[in-house]
């Protein structure tokens, strides 16, 4: 299995609501992310973990809350977004932090209403 | 801080046409890793190539070939006959090997239509 899976793929969500998104991997990947990509622009890096521990925090309002339950999954809790959180939403992992590669999932397109 | 510039914004071409999509990016470290990324309409991300700092040999895979000039910090990726399929966007990316190494650092990316 080579595949980061994410679900679900669309999600539409009003401000008052409470959502999490998926992503799971089968390759013993050992660091997983979050990254939120905007119309027309490039992937953002939100969240790192690795070996399951949050590494890196790129200052994300606390409305985005993450976690990692286990080596192979991560959630990304989502509560009192703003209209402006609509995006795309892309997970990935890698053997490990760094440079190895990443492997993307296909994403998770959220719109705020 | 590292960065990846590709000033292209769009590209169209007429299929069989043979395009190069540009990447020039900065950092200090002497170790990193750079990256091409093929986003189709459908939203994912397709990893295409990871070549490190001390690799400047050029690939080729299939219609696809890359060229690593470290003199000119430039990582450029050429498509030889272009088909409709390869329409897309393409971004470059760029890794530090020590510090920041977790984080994937994404050029603006390079929207290529290629029409029948």
């Known amino acids: 299995d080579t595949e980061v899976t994410q679900t679900p793929k669309h999600l539409v969500m009003g401000m008052t609501n409470k959502k999490s998104l998926k992503c799971e991997q089968h390759?013993?990947?050992?660091?997983m992310y979050w990254y939120k990509q905007k119309a027309k622009k490039p992937p953002e890096l939100m969240f790192v973990?690795?070996?399951?521990?949050?590494?890196i925090n790129e200052s994300v309002p606390s409305r985005f809350s993450p976690e990692c339950p286990n080596s192979s999954l991560l959630n990304l809790h989502l509560h009192a977004l703003q209209p402006e959180d609509s995006a795309l939403y892309l997970c990935?992992?890698?053997?490990?932090?760094?440079?190895?590669?990443?492997?993307f999932g296909s994403g998770t397109r959220l719109t705020v209403v | 801080a590292q960065k990846v510039t590709q000033a292209q914004t769009e590209i169209s071409v007429v299929e069989k046409e043979d395009v190069t999509l540009d990447c020039v990016y900065e950092?200090?470290?002497?170790?990193?890793?750079l990256f091409w990324y093929k986003q189709p309409p459908s939203g994912e991300l397709v990893f295409l190539i990871r070549?490190?700092?001390?690799?400047?040999q050029n690939e080729i895979s299939g219609r696809y070939s890359w060229n690593f000039q470290k003199s000119t910090s430039s990582f450029n990726f050429t498509i030889t006959a272009s088909q409709v399929v390869d329409s897309a966007v393409y971004f470059c990316?760029?890794?530090?090997?020590?510090?920041?190494?977790?984080?994937?650092?994404f050029g603006k990316g390079t929207k290529l239509t290629v029409n029948p």
């Open positions: 990935a992992s890698s053997p490990n932090v760094g440079y190895y590669g990443y492997t």
């Open positions: 390759m013993g990947h050992r660091a």
């Open positions: 973990y690795s070996y399951e521990k949050l590494s």
């Open positions: 950092t200090r470290d002497t170790t990193y890793y």
């Open positions: 070549r490190n700092s001390f690799d400047e």
């Open positions: 990316a760029l890794s530090g090997a020590q510090g920041g190494s977790e984080k994937l650092v």
